[in-house]
């Protein structure tokens, strides 16, 4: 239950650090970790994507990037469909997140994410992805630019048929080039 106020807040920040060093760590395995977030009395992701919206600490978010990163690398490509299509969501708003440190781990989220669609991932749901990132890689902020550039890699590597035309799409209307042409270089 959420509640208003500091100790309700630093309640909420240790409960997410705890969680992203139980995942860290792999105290749990994928497989179980995969019946978990299919149980909806525990309402793991929800809580988690709560938090990614904390606004009372940034520490708070950056922290719950940090345990959803973890999260995805422990289970992997376990992570359902249903489930993917609701994170990803999440994350790409944290792209406009007022803190660059969150905005920054928030793309390394981005990376783990992309390990868990696998190749056979809806072309559909890539394309969100991907659209809802690449604006990011023309950001002000070179780290958060090389940050989101990482991320595409990743996605591009794995979906070369949908990145392909979306950088394109977007290659005229980027201030700079040279991360959609490393991506697109990569192809």
Same mark, same amino acid.
């Given at each position: ?15 997410? %650090? ?6 860290? +760590? ?6 179980? !970790?995969?019946? @978990?977030? !299919? ?12 938090? !990614? ?8 978010? /950056?922290?719950? *990037? +940090? ?11 376990? /992570? ?5 299509? !609701? ?14 440190? %969150?905005?920054?781990? *928030? ?14 991932? *809806? ?11 690449? @604006? ?21 590597? &794995?979906?070369?048929? %949908?990145?392909?035309?979306? &950088? +394109?799409?977007?290659?005229?209307? +980027?201030?700079?080039?040279?991360? @959609? ?7």
């Amino acid at each position: 239950v959420w509640e208003v106020g500091k100790t309700a807040a630093s309640i909420r920040f240790h409960a997410v %650090v705890t969680l992203g060093t139980y995942f860290r +760590h792999r105290l749990v395995g994928s497989g179980e !970790l995969a019946k @978990i977030l !299919l149980d909806d009395r525990v309402g793991l992701l929800p809580t988690l994507h709560s938090t !990614l919206e904390e606004d009372y600490y940034a520490d708070t978010r /950056l922290a719950s *990037c +940090h345990t959803l990163e973890a999260l995805l690398r422990c289970v992997g490509e376990r /992570l359902t469909d249903e489930q993917k299509r !609701l994170v990803y969501p999440e994350l790409t708003k944290r792209l406009d997140d007022s803190s660059d440190r %969150v905005r920054v781990q *928030c793309c390394g989220t981005l990376e783990a994410l992309v390990e868990c669609l696998g190749r056979d991932y *809806c072309e559909t749901n890539t394309g969100y992805l991907l659209k809802g990132v690449l @604006i990011h890689m023309d950001d002000t902020n070179p780290e958060v630019q090389e940050a989101v550039c990482r991320a595409v890699e990743k996605l591009a590597r &794995l979906k070369p048929q %949908v990145c392909r035309p979306c &950088l +394109h799409e977007v290659r005229d209307q +980027h201030r700079g080039v040279a991360y @959609i042409d490393r991506v697109l270089g990569q192809l």
